[in-house]
Structure formats: C-alpha cells, structure tokens
C-alpha cells in the first residue's frame, strides 16, 4: 500500500512561486516515477510533470515548462514541485501521482490559488 500526502498550497499573487511537497509511505518508493496532476474548476485533471524513480527522466506539461521543476528525494521518499511565475491560469487543485504496477495512487491534493 501507498500513502501520498501534499503540502505547500496557498493563496499568492501572478509572478509568485510556491514549492509543493508530496510525502510518500511505503516500500521501494525510489523504484516507481512520480508525478504530478492538476484540476482547474470544471475541468478535467491534467498531467503538469513526471519525474523517473532515478531522478530521470522529467517530463512537463507544454503549460509549464520552463517555470517548473520536479525533483525527487528517494531518501526521504519525497517529490517536489518548484512553480515560478505563476499565473492565474495555475490555480488548480494539485495532486501527487504513484503508478505501480497495475495500481495508481493518488493524494488527496493541495489547493494552489493564484491572483492577478
């Protein structure tokens, strides 16, 4: 079983940054990639980033690329999201993503409010 847990929500203004965390629980966690996920008020959840188990490969949404970072402590048995410049197109719930195997986890997700 895996247990993910988000962090580091809130509300901030266009061109801010925020950092969000996901705290994973269980075993061989540096195995699987990580990723992260967001839903926007009547939209559908969209991918924003991925991470490979060994910190390799990263892949970013279209949206994103080149305000946000992923990165990954297997140690720790985090993932976080480094947003830069954010938009008020950004606000969304966002939520942490584990794929193993045939199953998928997901957090509960963390509220990212961002105003003009």
């Known amino acids: 079983q895996v247990l993910l847990v988000e962090s580091g929500g809130g509300l901030v203004q266009a061109g801010d940054s925020l950092r969000l965390s996901c705290a994973a629980s269980?075993?061989?966690?540096?195995?699987?990639?990580m990723g992260w996920f967001r839903q926007a008020p009547g939209k559908e959840r969209e991918f924003v980033a991925v991470?490979?188990?060994?910190?390799?490969?990263?892949f970013y949404a279209d949206s994103v690329l080149g305000r946000f970072i992923i990165s990954r402590d297997n140690t720790k048995k985090t993932t976080d999201l480094q947003m830069n410049g954010l938009k008020p197109d950004d606000t969304a719930v966002y939520y942490c993503?584990?794929?193993?195997?045939?199953?998928?986890?997901w957090g509960q997700g963390t509220q990212v409010t961002v105003s003009s």
């Open positions: 993503r584990l794929p193993r195997g045939r199953s998928e986890y």
């Open positions: 269980g075993r061989n966690i540096g195995t699987y990639p």
């Open positions: 991470i490979g188990g060994s910190s390799s490969p990263t």
